[in-house]
């Protein structure tokens, strides 16, 4: 378990970082927090030649918050952004989910733009960029993209970027208005990648309907899934005992996981469906305890 | 995590000892929890060169050419060594059953057996060059048939592991013992169960690791190694066909975790080999996967079925055992597993009659070797588990039918049928050690509070067996044609010049404090404390007969050998002191360091005078005694030295530890997820030595026993392929997974122990997994679904169980 040598490059700027990815084309690799990367490297299933850390921008490292915009940098910690009242209010579903990805010490060193980057479909944070539109900011040698989430995942681990590109931020719109967020999951130990996990963000109207919903699922399939179908049944409407169970069955309905040796197929499918209605009710409980807090 | 209860009660005459059982240090934590435990990878001689392994990517494959010239390129790279070189200068590994055609050995010659297996070996400068070189070995393979049923296995026209032995059944042995026909005639009906244990095993943090390092100049094969192992040197020096005398291994070597695993005989081998043909130190430090896919440290895989038989009030008349253990590609020592629990075949209870018929067969997967409790909690959790299905069929209280069924504290020694005698228990005052500290009452109005709450829940009890005091005789019981039914243990005392004092042993330790046993145990004996007694670790050549710390049984073997070397030194100094004061030696006694009469206890002399006489005055030596104060004690195991007798009844293990658990388990009857909501042990191993050692052992025990109920599994998948390869796929249970467990200490003395203690290096371990198990099922039959009777009992396993309810049995939830 020892990784094929390589070259470690250390930049200080984004500008240098990109220098390099360009000159050692397919040959080098992006390392952000390494959680992911450097048991690839040990499992010799990445063989890159020259490292490149991002470790030294600091401007990789910051949150920021406009009216309109939060913006994550690459670089922030999980555990950085779970402490940040930033996050919870301008991406509350986001902040919901920090405490479900892995244990505190991976948290401390994994990143939100490395686990973003590596597109893994259990993950907690490719589902809530997916559900919550984030915009994934590109830069590489021929300039700045911007993807939106729903173009940016294409398979399990493989994304958008480009080889040459480094992901340097994440942009949310924040929810205006009484709003509430739940994540939950269901792994076999406490810190382990879920077997399923689902989260749900909601923004109630002045008459308690159902606004904008946004419910993602983990680990149900090759790439982050929001659960439209779910949305369509719940939006626009109060919530029921009767509404989350349709809402339950008709993400059963479209979902297609498959089985490995922690769980069936069948297992996850249904345990998708109970999650989901279990986190749309506490999301709204949770705005509606915002719109009564607020008043 | 932990909460006291009570204080670990101490023997019922405490004013008998004096360190024994008294809260003290454990000498061992402080070098572990500052990170100063010295461990072989922390070794590197200079000039060491290391080891990167070529393994099979086939369950089975006859290797048809190895191209070793690319590796041979590599820079770095100093030598590739295939099996069919090394099979020309050594003798294949041991088996201890009588398979001549089953060749075990380090690299796979002619054909790998399974995915992971060794099939070359590469040395290089570094670990990371010799990986870069394994990649480079091209090795052309043909798949053949491969096997990774056991059941499948057993079948006449399964294909064959090792085509040339004829069949994949390694060993089957049948026992009837007691008059089978007319208990079951007594019965009013019998209730069969039929369980599964998956592949697990005792996960060590540390790896298996070897140094090995051939001086050519004195005609020494020095190695280091992280082993458990009885017999290491003498199998290495078999093997390489060198003399015994010329390999000297290492005991000072702390071993990070073993419980059994840490034999790496093939490690150990191959290593050796290589030191000894290039002339230079070798070092290999098996990495994760390999441990885990290559390092034949499998534990037990077994299908029981288990037939209880039972009179209408519930009272047990005649069990039968059935066993199929998957050994893997290569049975090594584990057949031997499926004879131990012939010593407690019956568990705690009064059965007057017992039929065991066990067979190993191999099969296309890793390797299996001992673990904790050598195939006990295997059996114990498939006899608990149709104790409770008897229990579901009478409608009795699961405690209440086992302590009707239990042997009474005034029957022993108790002979069961298989003709073991267990030497003492009190299992009712235990059981009721464990109703008292888990406020029984309460437990039940939890649960069904639970219940009412929407969700499930369930108690679970086990009350088991931990057989300890490990002896040879297994050999015996597994190959009649093997006579071997000696397995010492001994230690050194050594009073210096100066009068200090120093415990020398020659064994190595996987974490079970045996330096604080040691000093406890001599400074009990001689009186003195045991913060002033040094114990180090002699190594092979200049160290003494040994079976290495297994079946738990130093405390009472290594307790014993104690005894006897400070029984000796005290009448030595007796001896001396009788002659110094004008006394007899029966006109004397020994007490607390001094020699004193016995008549008139202030006519004594002190400890320094009998030091300064015994080394240093020569003059005032009684005649004929040898100078200084150094004595050795070789004991044997109590109670062994007897074969099997032609009717199958045999002396197993010496002495009988007893545990008891009841668990609280909470389920989400949604989502299958178990939380272990109470958990509570009494437990009776004698008495105890260090309270805080037992209360480590039965706490980790159970730990690992939450592992194997719930999470712990090596998978392989259809294609003969592991599925497990690294802890994102092996889940040990972390501190999220392993609730507060609340413990109290029991103490029945055994009478064939020094101080009456007795093993506890497989606590907490022997009920854990029947118990929980116990606890998922009652919280499932309750509301009408079917109990899981394999392990580990995963959610989706209980999602289906649910699922699987008629309409008419949900109603009844
Ligand atoms: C034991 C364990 C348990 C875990 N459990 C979970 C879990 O439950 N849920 C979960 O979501 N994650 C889990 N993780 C993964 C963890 O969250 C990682 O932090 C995360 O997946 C990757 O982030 P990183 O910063 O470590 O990225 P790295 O490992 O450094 O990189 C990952 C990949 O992304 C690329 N990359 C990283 N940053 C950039 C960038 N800015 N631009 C372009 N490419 C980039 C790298 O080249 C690499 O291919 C676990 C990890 C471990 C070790």
Known sequence: MKPVDFELHRPETLSEAIALLAEHGEDGKVLAGGQSLVPLLNFRLARPEHLIDLGRIASLTAIRRTPQRLIIGAMVTHAQAERSVAVAQGAPLMARAFPHIAHQAIRARGTVGGSIAHGDPAAEMTAVAVALEAIMVAVGPRGTREIPARDFFIANLVTALDHDEVLTEVRIVPPAGPTGAAFEEVARRQGDFALVGAGAQV????????????ICLTGVSATPHRALEAEAVLIGHAISPESTQTAADATRDVLNPSSDLHATADYRRDVAGTLVSRVVKTAVQRATFDTTSAA | MTKKVEPVAVAKDKTLHRYLSKPARVREDRRFVTGNGRFVADLTPSGTMHIGLVTSPYPHARIVAINVEQALKLPGVVAVLTGAELAKATEPLRQYID???VQWRPLAVESTRYAG????AVVADSRALAEDGAELVVVDYEPLPFVMDPERAAQDDAPLVHPSHGTNVMVKREFVWGDVAANR????????????WNRNSTVPLE????????????SVLDIWASIQMPQFPEQIAGALRIPTNQVRVHFDVDVGGSYGVKRGIKHGVLAGFLARQLGVPIKLIEDRSENMHGGDFHGPDRIFEVELAYTADGEFTNIRIDVLDDEGAYPGRSPLQLAKPIGAIVGPY???SAEYNAIAVTTNKTGQVAVRGFGQSPTNYAIEAAVDAVARELGMDRMELRRKNFIQPDEFPYKIP????????????????????????????????IRAEGRLAGIGVATCLEPGGGNAIFENIMDPSTDKSTFPESCRIRVDGGGAVTAIVSISSAGQAHETMVATLVGEELGIDPDRVAVVRADSLSGFPS??????RMAIVLGRALHGAASELKSKMCAIGARALDLTPDEVAYCDGSVASVKDPSVSIGWDDLVGIAHRKQHLMPPGMQPGLEVMHVAHTPKSGTLTAPDGTVQLYPCFSFEVHVVLADIDPSTGKVDLKRYFIAHDCGTVINPDVVRGMVYGGTAHGIGVALYEQFAFNDDGQPLTQSFMDYLLPSAHEVPVIVDAEHCTPSPYTTHGQKGVGEAGYMGAPAAIAGAVNDALTACGAEPIHSLPIKPSDIWRALNARTPNQEGSS
């Open chain 2, 350 to 352: 009064r059965i007057p």
């Open chain 2, 207 to 218: 790896t298996f690791g070897v140094v090995a390092d051939w001086d050519q100049h004195r």
């Open chain 2, 99 to 101: 398979v001549p055609e």
């Open chain 2, 185 to 196: 005639a007594r019965a009013h009906a019998t209730t069969k169960v039929r369980t599964r």
């Open chain 2, 117 to 120: 297996e060794w099939v070359a």
């Open chain 2, 418 to 449: 298989s003709g073991t005698e267990y030497d003492s228990g009190d299992y009712p005052g235990v059981l009721d050690k464990a109703i008292e500290i888990a406020n029984l009452p309460e437990l039940l109005r939890e649960c069904e509070t």
């Open chain 2, 547 to 552: 079976q290495s710390p297994v079946g738990s």
């Open chain 1, 203 to 214: 923004r109630l109207a002045q008459d308690g309907t159902i606004a904008d919903i946004r």
